[in-house]
């Protein structure tokens, strides 16, 4: 051990996160004391971010496979093939804890690390996605982090170059201490040009590529393996700082350095930074690995190896070269403004070694830092089924014209466009629907064809019944691509639970994974990829379960994709999957009556399929000019949503039940869509829903200035519209107060 490395202690050990049984396993696998810097890539790799430990059990549950799949989990994002011989590559990511402590920087280099995940596998980013959630709107802290990290993904994502195109964005008092900032990036590669990690052959060059190393985010992948006590401020040192512009050119130096033959295996510094990219590209191969830290180029004086192994500094990329290639390589990024520089080789001896100032800092066995990490199961307990509320167990307390202006000024259904106008939706050219719809739609090249793109989850179905919500959430994102015309292939996704360690939340876990997987095989939407985000608590308090889901559909022509917006007066508005009937655990039970109770709606997925296939079929026959799917509010959100886009009212005036009509209007029943077709063709359309099984009912028809809903007095569009708009924007003009 090196003079200057402190000695090993119980404290020290509990410092990076391991517990004891954790730290004996270690000692046992290395038949000593470790070393400092052992100690920290121990840490490192061990920790829950970077192994999963309390996840993969479960994880290994998922459907993963489908003929268009190319490469499942387990790599730095998925990979499907998209026919002519592309391939679409997609992950999402999470950088919660980072946010929370530093919203600007947290949030920019979750966008830079997602990025470098897809290109890392030879693809080009053509679009950027997030889910965001936030505290209450009158936590004292919420419009600095809203300001912060919307800045931070608007600023990385415009400098580098990429469109953003689609997000969510949520408000609920369980995230005040714990943020969401999840991620998610898209790119296209040749399908037979895609780029792994797997490292082979002996004495081969291990090239650092990139930015300089510095202190930035020493413990970042530590830290966000732990949930937040009083001292979540004093953590801001472990925050890394991303730069977009070097990223940029992180990026076409390693797309020319591919195409030129040169790279053998290549991986992202991500958590836990060399520490992490080195062992994952020996693991892979069977190989070992050693490194010569001298050679590692450095911003910042006198680090040592603790510091290089554990930093997470950004736009970095470790790669394993062909010999004869090396003057290439190294051309191509001097070319480009970039340090590269050959830090180490491959090795045939299975271990892991670390050298700095020529002495052994750590020589750890490669495989096992993976292979025999803790993996947990955890005891875990199922949540509580909660009661069924029906109508007349809800009683509204205002007319059902006020509640749908107070639902379209709520914090959660208002117009994001705050937040999405700070966002490049259009750069790159090929953004045909950006924000504000189900989905996204992105040409590719010159289509006609392109992908369709959504995020989505809903946290308060998932916190009343796990499995039913995993089911939702993946349903919902499987209606969103279909609503816009696309067949959707395949998803990513970002399971956000509190402390594991806790049975109730580790219940909610296994809950959500089995509603995830029980819905991706019925609708043969296969999970490729993904990230697990645990311990979001603070001071003993979990957030609501929130497993966000990206979806990615294919559009065959982008000119015959669906969008929201009536069209013109005179169309048809119909209603596809039946009446409304669920309030349990809807925005309307929520919002207006203040209640957040009951069973959230279930989900028939035979239904939700069936329902999906024929709105689908309608689309690609260009005999619908709306559609939109039913979700948070119910109908008469969705209807709300589609006039105010289309500038253009409804007058509905057909379906719903006698009483009331707040369970028709606000109800949140799964697998719906609210379509607009030509009047004419509206009675050959229901007809044909009937031989199929498909309820479709008409509820009225488009034209004028308002929205009237059955039995009330109509809603002019422009008060409507200023409801809808308006909170937002007046939320984040008012002051901005940090709690420091």
Not at 5 to 32: M, N, Q, W
Not at 49 to 67: D, E, G, M, N, Q
Not at 433 to 453: F, N, Y
Not at 539 to 568: E, H, N, Q, R, Y
């Amino acid at each position: 051990m090196s003079a200057a490395e402190p000695e090993i202690t119980d404290a020290l050990v509990a410092s990076h996160g391991l517990k004891p049984d954790e730290y004996a396993r270690f000692v046992a696998l290395l038949g000593r004391t470790p070393s400092f810097t052992e100690l920290g890539i121990v840490s490192a790799m061990w920790n829950e971010h970077c192994s999963y430990k309390s996840s993969r059990i479960h994880l290994r549950k998922l459907p993963t496979s489908a003929p268009w799949v190319i490469q499942g989990p387990g790599e730095n994002a998925g990979v499907i093939d998209i026919g002519d011989g592309l391939a679409c590559v997609f992950k999402m990511e999470s950088h919660n804890h980072p946010s929370f402590i530093e919203p600007y920087q947290g949030a920019g280099t979750g966008v830079g690390g997602i990025l470098r995940d897809v290109f890392t596998m030879g693809a080009r980013p053509v679009a950027c996605l997030n889910f965001l959630r936030f505290g209450a709107p009158d936590h004292p802290k919420t419009r600095h982090l809203v300001a912060g990290v919307v800045a931070g993904i608007g600023g990385y994502g415009n400098s580098f170059g990429v469109p953003t195109v689609g997000g969510s964005v949520g408000f609920h008092k369980r995230y005040d201490g714990n943020i969401l900032v999840n991620a998610m990036a898209v790119g296209i590669a040749r399908a037979d040009e895609i780029f792994y990690a797997k490292a082979t052959g002996v004495g081969n060059p291990i090239v650092y590529l990139g930015s300089k190393t510095g202190r930035d985010g020493i413990h970042g992948a530590t830290m966000a393996s732990a949930a937040f006590e009083a001292d979540a401020e004093e953590k801001r040192p472990t925050v890394q700082v991303g730069d977009p512009f070097a990223e940029k050119l992180l990026l076409e130096a390693c797309l020319e350095l591919m195409a030129s033959g040169a790279v053998i295996a290549i991986q992202d510094m991500g958590a836990a930074g060399l520490t992490s990219s080195a062992v994952e590209m020996g693991a892979k191969g069977d190989l070992g690995i050693e490194l010569d830290l001298d050679a590692v180029p450095c911003r910042e004086t006198g680090m040592t190896a603790y510091e290089m192994m554990l930093s997470e500094s950004q736009e970095r990329m470790l790669m394993v070269l062909h010999p004869e290639k090396a003057a290439i390589a190294e051309a191509i990024f001097r070319k480009w403004g970039l340090d590269f520089a050959a830090i180490g080789k491959t090795t045939d001896d299975l271990r892991f070694v670390v050298k700095r100032h020529g002495k052994v800092m750590a020589d750890l066995p490669i495989k096992e830092l993976g292979d025999q990490a803790p993996a947990y199961d955890r005891p875990w307990i199922a949540t509580p089924k909660q009661p069924i509320l029906s109508a007349p167990d809800i009683a509204p307390p205002m007319s059902n014209h006020d509640a749908l202006l107070k639902l379209v000024a709520s914090p959660d259904l208002c117009s994001k466009r705050w937040v999405y106008e700070q966002y490049d939706s259009l750069i790159l050219g090929n953004t045909i629907e950006g924000p504000g719809g189900d989905a996204a739609v992105v040409r590719l090249g010159d289509g006609p064809k392109g992908l369709a793109l959504t995020t989505d989850a809903t946290p308060r179905y998932c916190e009343a019944d796990p499995v039913e919500g995993g089911k939702q959430a993946v349903a919902e994102a499987w209606r969103n691509l279909i609503a816009v015309g696309a067949r959707p292939l395949a998803l990513t996704d970002n399971l956000n639970f509190g402390n594991p360690e806790k049975p109730e939340a580790m219940g909610q876990f296994v809950g959500c994974l089995a509603g995830i997987g029980e819905a991706a095989r019925a609708l043969d939407f296969p999970i490729v990829s993904g990230n697990v985000s645990l311990y979001n608590e603070t001071m003993g308090a979990g957030i609501l379960p929130t497993p966000a889901i990206g979806g990615v559909g294919l559009v065959d022509d982008v000119a015959k994709a669906a969008t929201i917006a009536f069209k013109s007066a005179g169309e048809a508005v119909l209603l596809v999957g039946g009446a409304g009937t669920w309030l349990g655990r809807s925005a309307y039970l929520e919002t207006i009556c203040g209640r957040e109770e009951g069973a959230p709606p279930p989900v028939d997925l035979v239904a939700e399929r069936r329902n999906g296939q024929f709105v689908f079929a309608l689309i690609r026959a260009g005999r619908l000019t709306a559609v939109h799917d039913i979700s948070d509010g119910g109908l008469a959100v969705a209807l709300a949503e589609m006039a105010v886009a289309g500038r253009l009212g409804a007058h509905i005036d057909a379906g719903a039940p006698d009483g009331a009509g707040h369970d028709f209007l606000f109800g949140e029943d799964q697998g719906r869509y609210v379509v607009a077709a030509q009047a004419a063709q509206a009675a050959a359309i229901v007809d044909e829903a009937k031989a199929a099984g498909v309820a479709v009912q008409r509820l009225g028809t488009t034209g004028g200035d308002a929205l009237t809903l059955p039995g009330e007095a109509p809603i002019l569009l422009a008060d409507l519209a200023t409801a809808f708009e308006s909170w937002l924007p007046a939320f984040m003009a008012g002051p901005q107060r940090e709690i420091a």
